[in-house]
């Protein structure tokens, strides 16, 4: 679960397509017909990046001659990995003034009203609050109609159109009992690019929770990639079972393919070689090259470098993988940072890993920035860096003055307890593959200032990380069918 989205990375044509919002952006005009009068009107395109945020087609037609106007917002982005469903706890005021990025292929739900709105046709950059007044408008539109025709249905969303005014009436502060009018939001967006503001930012928002989750074939063919017809006939069982013993003599395939790429790696490793493979950059899809190097932590494991430079674009990503095998139970380690010269300790930081110094109200989730391998002081400046350059909604006119101050003088606390002006502080990481490490500087004796914690793993955390789907039994009956193959 993720509250705060890093911006993807823009290819080489959106590169050229969209300019920066606070760049000097110019928009692009073409003749369009009027659907009201059916003369000529304009519209105006601006193809354009929010700040830490995606790409976005701002689109504004205004006709001359019946003075029709009409906005629009459209996604720029490529559909994510995975679907994206938010939901937003709203009990007061200032939930109402969230913003919200509404993809046209976002269902909007209310629960408590039993509210449910289908995709729209358009995109929108509005607010909790405008989007339940339109929910209002939309609704009442034709009620004088059902009045007369279907009083029943009236009535019916009469009730509706009450409960939804009411939620619109929440008080300023949370009270000690809470509000009869609060509400949740559920925003699900299939294709990913739906987003809603986090009060909180960069530390975790209490009222907003992200799931993200795989697609089902239904959801496919409403996006059209997926032919509604394909593979409806072809899926019998023997199919199925034909398919299914060639994905497990895959898994040894594979399985032989990563252990042979290990004894490379480790081989490598002993004789002090980089190993350098061709890739493609993740910014401008320029081909370039990452180099990849096993290095040994001593009294910890084995750990995979990753480094990527295109000389095309400049972008460069460092990255770490932990190898070895999953831990049975996960870890978690507190270090008091009490001078400077903890600053220079080495911290492994995995990519299943959270970390939090309460000292600083930083909390970062697990998958935020990914796998780092460095100094407590050069992970406080990256975590510094790419806040500053990342965080949604915190530039332009979206963002009061209140909350642009309050998160720069967190950035600050932050850039002094890099430079060791914020002591002591606490950091913890809390990795449930056991995967991360901070250095002892007293080993193999107990470091005193650190306190080492191992625990069972919930349910939960084994089914996000795979290990619930995990078949051993079947590898080891796939490792036999490959070598009887052979």
């Known amino acids: 679960m993720r509250s705060d989205e890093p911006a993807p990375a823009a290819t080489a044509g959106e590169d050229q397509l969209f300019q920066d919002l606070h760049a000097e952006a110019s928009a ?3 003749e369009s017909l009027c659907m009201r009068c059916h003369e000529t009107g304009t519209t105006r395109l601006l193809l354009t990046r929010v700040p830490h945020f995606k790409s976005i087609i701002l689109m504004a037609f205004e006709c001359p001659h019946c003075g029709l106007k009409n906005n629009e917002v459209q996604s720029g982005e490529s559909i994510q990995e995975e679907g994206h469903r938010h939901e937003l706890r709203c009990t007061t005021k200032a939930d109402l ?12 739900s209310i629960p408590e009203v039993d509210f449910t709105a289908p995709p729209a046709k358009d995109s929108t950059l509005t607010t909790v609050e405008g989007l339940v007044s339109r929910f209002v408008e939309d609704l009442g539109a034709d009620q004088e109609q059902r009045r007369e025709a279907m009083p029943e249905v009236f009535q019916a969303i009469e009730a509706i159109l009450a409960r939804l005014r009411d939620a619109l009436t929440l008080p300023e502060e949370d009270g000690a009992e809470p509000s009869p009018h609060a509400f949740t939001l559920v925003v699900d967006d299939p294709t990913g690019n739906s987003y809603v503001e986090n009060l909180c930012a960069p530390s975790v928002d209490p009222k907003l929770s992200v799931r993200y989750y795989r697609r089902t074939r239904e959801q496919m063919v409403e996006l059209g990639f997926l032919n509604p017809d394909a593979d409806e006939a072809q899926w019998t069982e023997k199919e199925r079972e034909l398919i299914g013993k060639k994905q497990r003599v895959n898994m040894a395939e594979e399985m032989e393919a990563a252990k042979k790429l290990m004894q490379e790696m480790r081989q ?53 993988k932990c190898g070895g095998a999953i831990h049975p139970r996960g870890r978690r380690i507190a270090l ?37 391998f460095t100094t407590i002081e050069g992970l406080l400046r990256q975590v ?63 470091d005193p200032n650190m306190v080492n914690e191992e625990y069972e793993r919930t349910f939960e955390q084994n089914e996000d990380l795979g290990i619930n789907d995990m078949n051993v039994d079947a590898y080891e009956t796939a490792e036999g069918a490959a070598a009887s193959q052979a």
Do not use: W
């Open 28 to 30: 692009e005009e073409i």
């Open 97 to 108: 003034s969230r913003q919200v990025v509404r993809n046209g292929t976002a269902s909007i």
């Open 268 to 320: 490598a490793s002993q004789a002090k070689e980089i190993m350098t493979f061709p890739s493609n950059c993740s910014s401008c899809s320029v081909r370039c090259e990452t180099r990849m190097q096993m290095v040994d932590i001593p009294h910890f494991q084995e750990v995979i470098i990753m480094s990527t430079t295109c000389e095309n674009c400049g972008y460069k990503s460092n990255e770490v």
């Open 336 to 372: 008091t940072v009490e001078d400077k010269d903890d600053l220079s300790r080495d911290i492994l930081k995995s990519e299943t890993s959270s970390f939090k110094i309460p000292e600083l109200e930083l909390d970062m989730l697990a998958g935020t920035m990914g796998g780092r």
């Open 384 to 446: 510094h860096d790419e806040l500053n350059e990342r965080i949604p909604f915190l530039e332009g006119d979206s963002a009061t003055a209140e909350r642009k101050a309050r998160f720069k003088a967190f950035l600050a606390r932050v850039a002094d307890a890099a430079d060791g002006k914020v002591l002591p502080f606490t950091i913890t990481l809390d990795d449930p593959m056991a995967h991360s490490y901070i250095q002892n500087i007293y080993a193999p004796d107990p």
